[in-house]
């Protein structure tokens, strides 16, 4: 099955009633107008359209084609072109889309526009990817992304990571898929685009989903699809619709999946979009199966099978001979089910060319198994005729044993040499981790302690002799006294100071919100970096372990950033889930070689990853020599509420 991933094909996006000011205002334009102003406004009208009415969206296109053709305006045909073929592969029409899009890159070429190369390098990579193409469809993404990047077009730059991302998650490659949806998600809040937030929100949710995370699943899905019906988006809508669907049916929640899948599919089928439609057909003829309902599934299921050969989908194709497959052998027609299972197999080699699957294997053994019984009686001819041969295959078969046997002992021997070398390494490596971490330790044990030994005597010695002398006299006068007690005050902010660097107060007593809070103030007060903290849910129960680990590592990270990045802001954000804190510390300083800072000899990096390895967490970081900004993303694990 299929997850539904959201591809970014948009220019910009625009809110649901200034579109439809912007539709009714370019109708009103069509009457009168001269041979240009007319081929400009079927052209815009042709855009505006495409994500509310496909039909009508190509429609205009095709005049414009038309128009732009006979007065030969290559830059507007291209337009008419690119246009049409978004159309048709919103409605999962990829040949036809292919053949608008192809001629369209070709006019662009001609005529150098880089830019509009690239979008439409874009767009073809995008039909690729659906048709299940993925190494054709990466090589256009790769192409328009080099171009986007020589523009320095941090919107397209942003949504051309957000489709490779899409076509990782089919190779199953999540981590990059994460780590690449981040990153555009960081561009596109940096540039505050509302439809580029929404759709990462959305890939988030559908990555989530394959990795089971279904709690972050849900939450991802349900926010983008908020986000997509405030942008008046209903194809995009839909998508987001089916995640949640998905979410709630692993979460236990049935009801709950039915009434968004549903949705989904009144949206898709409003909208004609066969892709995702044959997909959430499959995924509905898969809760029919674990319902008992193998009739009402079977009928799902082919529908879903008609509309992959009608869009040339093979991927589609394969899962639906897939689930049709499953729903006959439970239905207990096992010829018809190994029959599904070749043909899965078939488009299977076709797109990933692996050996042939184990359930084709058993079903095909349970369907000769009850074939052989009907023809036990001529197989006893056979057999005596068979018998010479048996006896002279079964030399061979000895010699074959004895040979197999010799293999297999040189095997496990190699096996478990290779077992014991492995062993020994990551023996070795686990102590000198444990001793780079307890060399960290003290190392910020005695800096610590050095530095509280400076603050005591820079601070209070000066202090103190300065109050002896101002108390000396044996009658100090009121200036004197009065000098005596501002002194007294600097003291006592002094040990503020001290006390809150060695363990704050309000950490303890109030929780790590408030500390980390005080700590962003504090900082801010002294002048030169502005720090913003953000908390969304954080509990007030987290144990003083963790409470204390996150808040070293939070005051760690950020006075590095201060004294290496040279960054004016720092934003601190705490997001609590239902079994993950996910804390986040962005900044707008230089970047810089993370593997440098990995394998530098600096105590600050070993110091919050013993903290880390303590409560067992994990840190991610996106920064790179030249570019503005760094993310950090500590991810920590916590008990269910």
């Not at 302690?449 to 108390?471: C, E, T, V, Y």
């Not at 007030?540 to 004294?563: F, M, S």
Request: charged share 25%; aromatic share 8%.
């Amino acid at each position: 099955m299929r997850v539904n991933s959201l591809f970014l094909i948009l220019l910009f996006v625009v809110g649901a009633n200034a579109q439809d000011r912007s539709i009714d205002s370019l109708k009103r334009r069509l009457p009168g107008a001269d041979q240009k102003d007319l081929l400009k406004t079927l052209i815009e009208l042709s855009w505006e359209y495409r994500f509310v009415n496909a039909d009508t969206a190509r429609k205009y296109g095709l005049k414009a084609l038309s128009l732009a053709q006979s007065m030969e305006l290559p830059r507007q045909e291209a337009a008419a072109l690119n246009n049409i073929g978004i159309t048709h592969e919103a409605q999962g029409n990829y040949n036809e889309a292919l053949t608008y899009e192809l001629q369209a890159l070709a006019i662009r070429k001609r005529m150098g526009d880089s830019a509009s190369v690239a979008q439409t390098l874009n767009d073809i990579g995008i039909i690729y990817d659906e048709k299940g193409d993925y190494q054709k469809s990466l090589e256009y993404y790769f192409q328009a992304r080099r171009i986007f990047e020589q523009g320095n077009d941090l919107f397209k730059i942003a949504m051309v990571i957000s489709n490779i991302g899409i076509v990782l998650k089919e190779q199953k490659e999540y981590q990059k898929v994460v780590n690449s949806y981040y990153e555009a998600l960081g561009i596109y809040k940096k540039i505050k685009n509302k439809f580029g937030i929404a759709a990462c929100d959305a890939n988030l949710g559908s990555v989530y989903l394959v990795m089971n995370r279904n709690d972050s699943a849900l939450h991802y899905s349900l926010k983008s699809a908020q986000e997509f019906e405030a942008l008046n988006n209903r194809q995009f809508l839909a998508a987001s619709l089916t995640n949640a669907g998905m979410a709630y049916h692993k979460l236990g929640k049935v009801k709950e999946a039915i009434k968004l899948l549903m949705q989904s599919k009144s949206l898709n089928e409003e909208y004609d979009n066969k892709r995702e439609l044959a997909d959430l057909l499959i995924y509905l003829a898969r809760m029919e199966r674990e319902t008992g309902d193998f009739r009402k599934g079977i009928e799902l299921a082919s529908q879903a099978l008609v509309l992959s050969k009608k869009i040339g989908a093979k991927k589609v194709a394969m899962d639906s001979h897939k689930e049709l497959a499953l729903l006959w052998a439970d239905a207990g027609n096992f010829e018809q089910a190994f029959r599904q299972y070749q043909f899965f197999d078939l488009v299977k080699d076709s797109l990933f060319e692996t050996e042939k699957s184990k359930q084709i294997s058993e079903l095909q053994t349970r369907y000769e198994t009850e074939k052989k019984e009907a023809k036990i009686n001529l197989l006893v001819k056979d057999n005596e005729l068979k018998d010479i041969n048996i006896r002279e295959n079964s030399y061979k078969i000895i010699g074959l044993l004895l040979l197999v046997i010799v293999l297999v002992a040189f095997g496990l021997l190699w096996q478990n040499r290779v077992k014991l070398k492995q062993q020994a390494a990551l023996n070795s490596a686990r102590a000198e981790l444990r001793q780079l971490q307890l060399q960290a330790v003290i190392a910020s044990q005695e800096e610590e302690r050095k530095r509280f030994a400076a603050d005591l005597h820079d601070g209070f010695g000066q202090m103190i002799s300065a109050l002896r002398l101002g108390l000396s006299r044996e009658t100090p006068d009121g200036p004197a006294i009065q000098y005596a007690l501002g002194l007294l005050n600097e003291m006592n902010v002094e040990i503020r100071n001290i006390a809150f660097n060695l363990m704050p107060q309000v950490l303890m007593k109030e929780g790590l919100e408030e500390a980390l809070r005080e700590f962003a103030s504090r900082l801010t007060q002294s002048g030169g970096v502005t720090i913003d903290v953000q908390t969304y849910n954080l509990s007030p129960d987290i144990d003083a372990e963790k409470r204390i680990a996150l808040y070293r590592i939070c005051q760690e990270w950020t006075n590095n950033v201060i004294k290496y990045s040279g960054c004016r802001t720092i934003v601190i954000q705490a997001v609590q889930h239902p079994e993950e804190l996910v804390i986040t510390i962005e900044d707008d300083g230089s970047g810089f070689d993370k593997d440098r800072l990995i394998t530098g000899a600096g105590n600050g990096w070993k110091n919050i990853n013993s903290r880390l390895s303590l409560i067992g967490g994990s840190i991610d970081i996106d920064s790179q020599p030249g570019r503005k900004g760094t993310i950090a993303i500590i991810a920590v694990p916590v008990k269910p509420a």
